[in-house]
């Protein structure tokens, strides 16, 4: 099983969506991680009920993920996950258990305790959010993905109830004191799902 990692570099967050639309729906034969990471933005998902949108110069923008409103900016690691779900034979909850773990493995290789939540999909670390994640399935594509904070100006979070959650603090990697980007840990995160995916896949398909 071959999966396309794609650096993207920091990139605009309609765009990249447009893309990735256009790219599912070409029904492409070969699954693609691609790696960026936003100027500043709000996105609400389709879960809209009961989200503020803040009033704020930073735009919004409302979209066809899961979840609800949740904050985008520049030293935030973006991951999306172009999955064909019915090849990997793939549920859901097993790809949003497979993004979760590898945060989990990324963040326990620098010496860092997390967890996921069933409840309240993502990891956390003390109570606070360091990774979201939202997808969205079509035509058995899985699109959308994760969001991991590396090093980014977390206060537009405070501004709204991250992905509905009133009071919900977050955390970033540069709070335990590890010096990292984006790319690089964009990097190893994107070879740690890429493995995942391809154990899942070769556990699946042995006949």
């Known amino acids: 099983m071959t999966v396309n990692i794609k650096q993207l570099g920091l990139?605009?967050?309609?765009?990249?969506?447009r893309d990735m639309k256009y790219f599912?729906?070409?029904?492409?034969?070969?699954?693609?991680?691609?790696?960026?990471?936003h100027h500043p933005i709000f996105t609400t998902g389709v879960n809209r009920k009961g989200s503020v949108i803040p009033q704020t110069s930073i735009p919004h923008l409302f979209v066809d993920r899961g979840g609800k409103i949740t904050y985008h900016g520049?030293?935030?690691?973006?991951?999306?996950?172009?999955?064909?779900i019915k090849k990997n034979n793939l549920t859901i909850r097993q790809l949003v258990s497979l993004l979760e773990s590898s945060i989990i493995?990324?963040?326990?290789?620098?010496?860092?305790?997390?967890?996921s939540k069933i409840e309240a999909p993502g990891v956390y670390t003390d109570e606070k959010k360091i990774c979201s994640i939202g997808l969205r399935i079509k035509k058995n594509y899985?699109?959308?993905?994760?969001?991991?904070?590396?090093?980014?100006?977390?206060?537009?979070?405070?501004?709204?109830?991250p992905c509905g959650?009133?009071?919900?603090?977050?955390?970033?990697?540069?709070?335990?004191?590890?010096?990292?980007?984006?790319?690089?840990?964009?990097?190893?995160?994107?070879?740690?799902?890429?493995?995942?995916?391809?154990?899942?896949?070769?556990?699946?398909?042995k006949y």
């Open 74 to 84: 520049p030293g935030q690691l973006i991951i999306y996950t172009i999955i064909n």
């Open 142 to 161: 899985a699109y959308h993905g994760l969001s991991f904070n590396v090093d980014m100006n977390t206060k537009p979070f405070t501004m709204i109830d």
């Open 105 to 115: 493995d990324f963040l326990g290789k620098k010496k860092i305790n997390s967890y």
């Open 11 to 17: 990139t605009n967050y309609e765009e990249t969506l």
């Open 165 to 205: 959650f009133n009071g919900l603090k977050m955390s970033q990697l540069s709070d335990f004191n590890i010096k990292s980007t984006v790319e690089k840990s964009g990097k190893e995160i994107a070879l740690i799902i890429n493995k995942k995916l391809n154990l899942h896949y070769e556990q699946n398909n």
């Open 24 to 37: 599912v729906d070409q029904l492409p034969t070969k699954d693609e991680l691609w790696v960026t990471e």
